[in-house]
């Protein structure tokens, strides 16, 4: 499903990155771990099609990324991929609802059915109404989860979801995001320095 | 949800800043077009009431304030003029038709003027009820009178001296009202009309202590004067002004000269809007250019999404579309109502009413000029929206 093959990235000449090769089959979640500065979020960014890779090959789901055009890119990236960020980001004039609304407008589909059970499902559907700055940081948390796969997308990235969170709460979300994998059907590629994760992937390559 | 939708929540979502923007470009909208709103209603208006008049011949006096109050109903009479001296004037070859008015009176604030029939077909108007005056102290009512006043067909009224409210009144003189008129949309509107005998004699009883004035010492007011060839126009006024003691004026002459005098206030003043408007665009444009700054990382989100650089500089260019179309709305709606209060005191205090809601020309190039506005103002974040690096601002995070 995913193949990555010499991957290598220069920002502006001066930090240079080499990847090691991954190989992921269908149905297997995957943990990428690494200190700070081994080029965990260049490899996510490689990974989504935010960025090209100056040379080397990325397959994803048999598509060649470094062949793609940046308008093909995006048009893949909303049929395939929902992404976790570290750091939850909205369109902040937006209510959860329509945040949602949003993605799925963006994808051109329209669901109402689909984001109200991914809500019930994240424990926040009384929040739908609610802008996103009034919610706390748990459930922005989950909004973010929310909107990653509120397109069905067969890929989830999730960058560093549990950097800054206690071990209580770590395994609570990571089991929430692999919960949300299985239950929507989408493969799973977290990315993180934190080395609570291990335990919870079979499968796991350090940076 | 859509990127139209989206773009207005967003305007929702920093009332403050937007609604500067939106308040600058209302204020440039809105004063240009009550400029020429007021400019073209006066000038149709003034126009309208020109018609059929080339000269107008009265005391001497300034010739604005001739045509003012012998055309126009507005100012007072430069003075009185004898009538045989207008019995001249009109007996001159050069002269198509001539019409006498007389001033004297007036009824709670509305002219009473004495004048020939002709005046009222100078006018086109057309009697709604009632009938013509056949004697004198018989009176024709213009539309914008017995609306205000509620006056009725045989109503009597007891005029006042001089042409303002507060002159002492006749008792002797009683108007008898004998016809209504219909709106002709011109100053018989404001006028009460009868014979010029009538206000001979009105005049004659209350001064009777000089009675001993022989029957040829009548005076008018003003004559309107229609040349036979317009070629006239050029030299009789100037024959009369040097050769006798009358005043000939050019209302067409008159009036433009008025506008120039006004023009030049209302070209500075539209000078003004216009930068207001170019403000409001800097001002768009900042606008625009922070919330860039601030709502970065939503633009990543929104790329990571799978929007395409285009749809959010689309998002870009309609919230500013948005914010100055209805500016310009808005800035219309504020003429309207400057042109309602205008209009309205204008009424108060000279009777005159100006009302008409049509959108101008010059107000299809105002909405042309917002649309612009809007589109420059927000042509640079567009373009940095187009060419953000979605990758380095979600690494910066």
């Not at chain 1, 995001?177 to 609570?196: E, M, P, Y």
């Not at chain 2, 404001?190 to 029957?215: A, C, F, G, M, R």
Request: aromatic fraction near 8%; charged fraction near 20%; hydrophobic fraction near 40%.
């Amino acid at each position: 499903m995913l193949k990555t093959k010499e991957v290598e990235f220069n920002y502006d000449n001066q930090m240079f990155f080499k990847f090691q090769n991954i190989d992921l089959n269908s149905n297997e979640n995957l943990l990428i771990i690494g200190e700070s500065g081994v080029g965990k979020t260049t490899l996510m960014h490689l990974l989504a099609g935010l960025l090209k890779s100056n040379s080397g090959s990325i397959k994803l789901f048999d598509k060649e990324l470094n062949q793609m055009s940046s308008y093909q890119l995006d048009s893949f990236r909303k049929n395939n991929i929902g992404i976790v960020f570290q750091r939850p980001h909205f369109v902040n004039s937006l209510t959860v609802k329509e945040n949602l609304q949003l993605a799925q407008y963006i994808a051109n589909k329209n669901d109402n059915n689909r984001i109200e059970s991914i809500l019930k499902n994240l424990n926040i559907f009384e929040k739908s109404n609610k802008k996103t700055n009034q919610l706390s940081q748990g459930e922005k948390q989950r909004v973010s989860i929310a909107l990653a796969i509120v397109n069905s997308p067969k890929l989830i990235l999730a960058d560093e979801p549990t950097s800054s969170l206690d071990d209580n709460n770590c395994s609570k979300v990571i089991k929430l995001l692999k919960k949300q994998a299985t239950d929507f059907g989408a493969q799973l590629i977290v990315i993180t320095h934190d080395s609570r994760l291990k335990k919870h992937f079979k499968k796991s390559i350090e940076l | 949800m859509n990127i139209f939708k989206l773009s207005i929540k967003n305007i929702f979502n920093k009332p403050l800043s937007s609604s500067i923007s939106l308040a600058l470009l209302v204020l440039g909208v809105g004063i240009i077009s009550l400029l020429l709103q007021l400019n073209t209603l006066i000038k149709d208006q003034m126009d309208n009431n020109l018609r059929g008049i080339d000269m107008v011949v009265g005391a001497k006096g300034s010739p604005l304030q001739l045509i003012l109050s012998s055309v126009y109903h507005i100012d007072s009479p430069t003075g009185n003029i004898s009538l045989a001296e207008a019995e001249t004037i009109s007996n001159n070859r050069m002269v198509g038709s001539s019409i006498k008015i007389l001033y004297g009176d007036n009824y709670k604030g509305f002219r009473i003027v004495g004048a020939e029939k002709k005046f009222i077909e100078l006018y086109k108007g057309v009697i709604k009820e009632g009938k013509d005056w056949d004697n004198p102290y018989e009176v024709l009512v213009g539309s914008k009178v017995y609306e205000k006043l509620k006056i009725n067909l045989g109503d009597e009224l007891i005029s006042s001296h001089g042409l303002r409210e507060t002159g002492q009144s006749h008792d002797e003189g009683t108007f008898k009202v004998v016809g209504l008129l219909k709106p002709s949309n011109s100053v018989i509107d404001q006028l009460i009309i009868t014979s010029p005998q009538s206000v001979w004699d009105i005049h004659e009883t209350h001064d009777h202590d000089e009675h001993e004035h022989e029957h040829d010492n009548r005076e008018i007011t003003a004559m309107l004067i229609k040349f036979k060839s317009p070629m006239n126009i050029i030299q009789f006024p100037r024959q009369i002004n040097e050769n006798t003691n009358l005043q000939a004026a050019v209302p067409s002459y008159e009036i433009s000269r008025l506008f120039k005098l006004f023009g030049f206030g209302i070209e500075t003043l539209s000078y003004l809007a216009y930068l207001i408007i170019i403000v409001s665009g800097f001002s768009l444009f900042i606008n625009l250019f922070n919330s860039m700054r601030e709502r970065k990382y939503e633009m990543a989100l929104i790329r990571t999404l799978g929007a395409s650089r285009f749809q959010l500089s689309t998002m870009i260019i309609f919230e500013s579309l948005v914010l100055t179309i209805s500016g310009f709305i808005l800035g219309l709606l504020f003429s309207r109502f400057g042109v309602m209060f205008v209009s309205s005191l204008m009424e108060e205090s000279i009777n005159y009413n100006l009302n008409s809601l049509k959108i101008l020309n010059e107000e299809y190039w105002l909405l042309g000029l917002s649309v612009l506005i809007g589109v420059v103002s927000s042509l640079i974040p567009a373009i940095q929206v187009y060419k953000m690096n979605i990758s380095k601002i979600l690494a910066d995070a």
